[in-house]
């Protein structure tokens, strides 16, 4: 075969049914979507499943880089057949991309099932499980494909909407430790329908002590409290509740040591769930931004939660939760060395400190640079310097999802 002749069969349109593993993919020809695509090599069933999913009907494919059709790599054989390592990682970040897009759908839906059930409460009317426990069940296969995406969108905070919000992030931090425990996945279910529930006590309490803007007098104190009372006969009063939905509710404010409430119970009293939920329930709301006061940085909590460990919280599981959320969680803004500033995308369990981050700004230029993707696994020349707040620069970290 002449030179010509194997140019002219380079490129094959294919209709997506026809999409095979090992295919390399140089640009979609029809869809009905509107995605842009990256070249890469189909590396995996999902890739397949995503494209079909996003309104894709036909591909051009590049035969000399496709692996499936061997008969038709006539020249060079083995220097074309190999992917690339590049080709690999695009079409991985593809993939990533892709998944983090359903991701923040389902957040989305997730936030306004749980504005319904706060508002449907507070009309004094049952919680209807059901819906709750289909929520759960997509968010925790969420959180076993992308827990990296959810633990960033926990961090996009609106410090109006602080009760949605907590419980929300609550469940879904709860459902991560779970799954990173290793516990079954019913259990890690019932963690996320747990922590959303938590807090529906709140409901009960008037506003004017729910939503002061300052730290509580002891006699409004008193009556925050109240509302793991007003909780529990809340959930007595819905079908379907667990005993770890229960337990998750009822003691998320017990501490190790008998100084929390509402019934002071202490060590062995307090159980792995119990244990969890307090620490779970103390990040989430350190971290979170309040009319009244700024959240803390990722790093800041960990170090209350490592103050308070081996008294009021458990010592194991609170090293167990910093290393499950990554020392600095996605969703952080962070500087680096070379003083430009990034957002962590991805956690890198062996090397915690060299996640993989979005540089975005240049604190030294003082203006944004073009967005671009590093691990810093395996960019020697940058490192990360400490975790910043992203409001001390006006950056909005839920326009880099
Ligand atoms: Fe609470």
Do not use: W
């Not at 259990?187 to 509580?216: A, N, S």
């Amino acid at each position: 075969m002449s030179t010509s002749q194997l140019s002219t069969a380079k490129f094959k349109n294919i209709s997506i049914q026809d999409i095979k593993l090992g295919m390399f993919v140089v640009s979609v020809t029809r869809q009905t979507g509107d995605i842009e695509f990256k070249p890469g090599l189909v590396s995996s069933a999902t890739t397949c499943r995503s494209l079909r999913s996003m309104g894709v009907l036909e591909v051009k494919i590049d035969l000399t880089r496709s692996k499936h059709q061997q008969e038709e790599i006539l020249e060079n054989p083995e220097s074309n057949l190999a992917p690339s390592p590049q080709s690999q990682e695009i079409m991985s970040s593809f993939e990533k991309a892709e998944a983090r897009k359903q991701t923040q759908k389902l957040y989305a839906e997730a936030k306004t099932l749980q504005t319904k059930l706060l508002a449907s409460l507070k009309k004094g009317e049952v919680v209807d499980i059901a819906p709750l426990e289909e929520m759960a069940d997509e968010l925790v296969d969420s959180i076993f494909t992308n827990p990296d995406a959810m633990i960033y969108l926990s961090r996009i905070r609106d410090k109006d909407t602080y009760l949605m919000e907590h419980s929300l992030n609550v469940g879904m931090l709860l459902a991560n430790f779970g799954r990173y425990l290793k516990l079954s996945r019913q259990m890690i279910k019932e963690l996320l329908v747990g922590g959303l529930l938590h807090d529906t006590g709140k409901v009960m309490i008037p506003d004017e002590v729910l939503h002061k803007p300052g730290r509580l007098t002891p006699e409004e104190f008193d009556i925050m409290k109240t509302h793991v009372e007003y909780g529990i006969q809340i959930l007595d009063k819905a079908e379907g509740i667990t005993k770890t939905m229960r337990t998750v509710l009822a003691n998320h404010h017990e501490r190790l040591d008998g100084l929390g409430y509402p019934r002071g119970l202490q060590g062995l009293e307090l159980c792995l769930v119990s244990r969890m939920s307090t620490i779970v329930d103390v990040y989430d709301a350190l971290t979170a931004d309040r009319c009244y006061k700024k959240g803390m940085q990722a790093t800041q909590a960990f170090r209350i939660l490592l103050q308070g460990s081996g008294t009021q919280f458990d010592e194991l599981l609170v090293s167990k939760f910093i290393k499950c959320m990554g020392i600095h969680p996605t969703g952080t803004l962070v500087k680096l060395k070379s003083g430009k500033l990034a957002i962590v995308i991805e956690r890198n369990d062996s090397a915690p400190l060299q996640p993989v981050v979005k540089i975005i700004y240049s604190t030294v230029g003082k203006h944004y640079l073009d967005v671009k993707m590093i691990d810093l696994a395996r960019s020697p020349t940058e490192e990360i310097e400490c975790a910043v707040d992203p409001k001390e620069f006006g950056i909005d970290i839920s326009k880099f999802f």
